[in-house]
């Protein structure tokens, strides 16, 4: 079993910059993508960024693309996202998801694709 947790979030005024963190504990040898996701209230959860395993290449909502840049230190089982001008619309539960597999283009951006969530953190961007 892997076990997720998320920690970084917190209130920041528009323009500002948060760095996520994804802990994770278990066989994370077993998880071949990694994704961020976020949820507003009242709002279904949406796709932010993914990784895969062996693969340098990100993926990106394209709302976030060239703010947020994630990662993963493979050596401290770790997934980041780094976050830089923040902005009201970017306020929302995020969360950390993994899977065992190896997720092609078309279902990465999908929640359902994912087998293991955190508990997720909140980020709020206002002034």
């Known amino acids: 079993q892997v076990q997720l947790v998320e920690s970084g979030g917190g209130l920041v005024q528009p323009g500002g910059t948060l760095r996520l963190s994804c802990a994770a504990s278990?066989?994370?040898?077993?998880?071949?993508?990694w994704g961020w996701f976020r949820q507003a209230p009242g709002k279904d959860r949406e796709f932010v960024a993914a990784i895969r395993r062996g693969n340098s290449a990100q993926y990106y909502k394209e709302s976030v693309k060239g703010r947020f840049v994630m990662s993963r230190d493979n050596g401290e089982n770790t997934v980041s996202l780094q976050m830089t001008r923040l902005q009201p619309e970017d306020t929302a539960v995020y969360y950390c998801?993994?899977?065992?597999?190896?997720?092609?283009?078309?279902?990465?951006?999908?929640?359902?694709?994912?087998?293991?969530w955190g508990e997720g953190t909140q980020v709020t961007v206002s002034a």
């Open positions: 278990g066989r994370t040898l077993s998880m071949n993508t």
């Open positions: 998801a993994a899977t065992s597999s190896r997720l092609i283009l078309s279902t990465l951006r999908s929640p359902e694709s994912y087998d293991v």
